[in-house]
Nanobody, 120 residues
Framework: QVQLVESGGGLVQPGGSLRLSCSAS????????MGWYRQAPGKERELVAT???????NHADAVRGRFAISRDNAKNTMYLQMNSLKPEDTAVYYC??????????????WGQGTLVTVSP
C-alpha cells in the first residue's frame, strides 16, 4: 500500500500564502493520480485540486488562479501552493492518492490532514 503524510498547515492572515506538502511512501509506483481535498467545520469534504501521473492538473473553481497543485516524482511529494488566502479557505486539508491495485481495481488512500486557518 501507500502511506501519505501532509505538512505545512498553520495560521496565516488573509491575503497570505502557504505551501502544503504530501509525502508518499510504500508502493508509490501504483499511484495513478493524487489530489488535495478540504473539509471546513460543519461542511462536507470537497475537492481542491488533482494531478494525474502524466502531470495533468485540475483545480476547483473556488481556488483556480490562487492555488496551484504540483508534484515532484523524484521525491514522491505533492505540493499545494496557496496564495491570496481567504478566511473561507480555512479547513483541514487532506492528501489523497488513487492506486491501481489490479487491471480494473483501484483504491484510494488518505493522509491524516493538516489544518489551515486563515484569520486576521
Amino acid at each position: 500500500q501507500v502511506q501519505l503524510v501532509e505538512s505545512g498547515g498553520g495560521l496565516v492572515q488573509p491575503g497570505g500564502s502557504l505551501r502544503l506538502s504530501c509525502s508518499a511512501s510504500g508502493r508509490t509506483f501504483t499511484i495513478v493520480s493524487m489530489g488535495w481535498y478540504r473539509q471546513a467545520p460543519g461542511k462536507e469534504r470537497e475537492l481542491v485540486a488533482t494531478i494525474r501521473s502524466g502531470g495533468t492538473t485540475n483545480h476547483a473553481d473556488a481556488v483556480r488562479g490562487r492555488f496551484a497543485i504540483s508534484r515532484d516524482n523524484a521525491k514522491n511529494t505533492m505540493y499545494l501552493q496557496m496564495n491570496s488566502l481567504k478566511p473561507e479557505d480555512t479547513a483541514v486539508y487532506y492528501c489523497n492518492a488513487r492506486l491501481q491495485v489490479s487491471i480494473e481495481g483501484y483504491v484510494e488512500v488518505w493522509g491524516q490532514g493538516t489544518l489551515v486557518t486563515v484569520s486576521p
